[in-house]
């Protein structure tokens, strides 16, 4: 089992700045990517981003592409979000997500573990 713990969340106005984070405990796997997913009221969960357990390869949602960038240190098992130029449609609850064995899964079914999110909110 893998226990995620998502971290960051937060009242922004647009335009700022956040960076969200998510420690990994529990059983690692070889191969794991990491994903940050959301899901704003109303609407259904959407991929964000994803990342290789080497970190070498990411891969990101094109309405976030060019502002959010995805990060790991493999060795503190721990990934973050950084999230630059928010828009008011950024607002959702944020949930990480882990699919071990695979080397960068960029779909919900790929995933097995997910955290319990953690919610942003931008004002404008």
């Known amino acids: 089992q893998v226990q995620l713990v998502e971290s960051g969340g937060g009242l922004v106005q647009a335009g700022g700045s956040l960076r969200l984070s998510c420690a990994a405990s529990?059983?690692?796997?070889?191969?794991?990517?990491m994903g940050w997913f959301r899901q704003a009221p109303g609407k259904e969960r959407e991929f964000v981003a994803a990342i290789s357990w080497s970190g070498g390869s990411t891969y990101y949602a094109d309405s976030v592409k060019g502002r959010f960038t995805i990060v790991r240190d493999s060795a503190k098992n721990t990934v973050w979000l950084q999230m630059r130029s928010l828009k008011p449609e950024d607002t959702a609850v944020y949930y990480c997500?882990?699919?071990?064995?695979?080397?960068?899964?960029?779909?919900?079914?790929?995933?097995?573990?997910w955290g319990q999110g953690t919610q942003v909110t931008v004002s404008s």
């Open positions: 529990g059983r690692t796997f070889s191969s794991q990517s």
């Open positions: 997500a882990a699919a071990p064995h695979i080397k960068l899964a960029t779909t919900q079914n790929e995933y097995t573990y």
